[in-house]
Structure formats: C-alpha cells, structure tokens
C-alpha cells in the first residue's frame, strides 16, 4: 500500500491559517483555513474502549521502550505515517493515532493536523502534556496524539502514561 504523503501548514506569528494534506497516491487530500468551516468531520468517539487506534512503530528510545504499549493491545495497525492517520481521523476513517512516548515528531509532522483537526471536532495534544508550538528548532519533538474528541485524546494519554491496557480495537 503506497503511504507517500506531503503535508503543510502556513503559520503567521506562530499561529496555523492554513493546512493542506495529500494522499500521493490517491490524490484524496483535506484542507481548513483558520475560522472556516469543513466538510468533514471526526467520529465524535469519546470512549477509549470502543475506539479504533493506530499507534506509531514501536521502538527504544531516549525515554525508554514504547514496546511495552504494543504488547497491551489487542489489535495493533501500523501505518506510522502521521500526515496519513491524521487525514483518517479528521474524517472519522479512525478514532484516534498516537506515538506512546518516543517523541517522534517534529512540529512538522503535527503542523497541518494542528489547524484540520480540531476544525472537524479533534484534538491533536502532546502525550506529557507539552505545548505544541510552532518555531524553527527541528530538534524539538514531541509524542503527538490526534484523537477524535479531545475526551478521548486525554484518555489515550492517561493510557500510555500508565502502561494500562487499552483494549485497542483497529478497523
């Protein structure tokens, strides 16, 4: 399955006005401009339980091993393309994506999911509870979430934070 996405965002002072994310293959893409209404929307899915998850590849990191997030789940589907996960989200495809605490992205992975997210009724949050800021240092990373509302965004935080079972079901 082709996964090659291009993902942008335009940021004026530090605020997101604009984003676009392509599915290369496919051409399928989703765009917002801050204040603006979009035609897609997110699941709406609150309960952690119920909802269907994509989570990054698992891997040793600084912080530890996110390895142990992947034995607790049931299911686990591994697309680890964020621009991608992010779009299915945003159009309710999935509930919710999350890297379980490598602090993969970089604020350009986030950036475009950032403003198209929340506009279709998500959330997209930092799982330590980091601001997700925009600025020029590609050092900085974070363990993104992009969930469906941000009650389930908090619960997928509080999940992987405590190494809980969360009963992940996948499409």
Known sequence: MPLSCFS????????????????????????????EPVPYRTSGCTDLGAA??????????????????????????????????????????????????????????????ML??????????DLHGRPLEFDSDLTRRWSGIVAATPRLAESLAEAALAGEDTRVLNH
Do not use: N, Y
């Open 8 to 35: 942008a965002a335009l940021v004026v002072d530090g605020v997101a006005q604009e984003a676009l994310s392509v599915w290369l293959e496919t051409g399928h893409a989703v765009w917002a401009r801050a204040g």
């Open 52 to 113: 269907a998850v994509d989570m990054l590849r698992p891997k040793v990191h600084a912080a530890g091993d996110s390895t142990e997030a992947w034995v607790r789940v049931s299911r686990v589907r591994v697309l680890s393309t964020t621009c991608l996960e992010a779009m299915l989200v945003a159009e309710g495809s999935i509930d919710g994506f999350l890297d379980p605490g490598s602090d993969t992205h970089r604020i350009v992975d986030l950036a475009a999911a």
């Open 116 to 125: 198209f997210v929340p506009a279709a009724g998500g959330a997209v949050i």
